[in-house]
């Protein structure tokens, strides 16, 4: 269907992460940004971009603050959503700030074992 927004999964965006030639993509706010492109003339330098590719980058991204010019730019950027699943709000309690997939995946791993523990521990 025309106008429908392709969805993504934190772990499709972490593999865009601007390293060995791949593009670099960032999240903020559950939208998918495809920022490649515009890396040379990010005003406050490439690098800054470089760090957060491949992950959500909303808290600090909201916490810089940009101007409607910069939010004009952004929305020529958009490539998609993120799936439903990986969208902040269905994400594990206590949120996460600029975390990539895959050390979100490491952390859920680990509460499992620990769970697991817990469980083996008490009965």
């Not at 709000?89 to 952390?107: I, L, P």
């Amino acid at each position: 269907m025309p106008g429908e927004l392709k969805e993504y999964t934190l772990a499709e965006v972490a593999m865009r992460n601007g390293k060995d030639g791949t593009p670099t993509w960032i999240v903020i706010r559950d939208n998918v940004y495809d920022v490649t492109g515009y890396m040379e003339d990010h005003p406050g330098g490439s690098e800054l971009i470089t760090e957060w590719a491949g992950k959500d980058v909303t808290k600090d991204f909201d916490d810089f603050g940009h101007s409607s010019d910069a939010m004009r730019i952004l929305r020529t950027l958009h490539v998609g959503v993120l799936v439903q699943c990986d969208q902040a709000k269905n994400r594990q309690a206590g949120g996460q700030k600029s975390v990539s997939y895959a050390e979100s995946e490491e952390n859920l791993v680990e509460k499992k074992r620990s769970k697991r523990r817990k469980f083996i521990l008490c009965g």
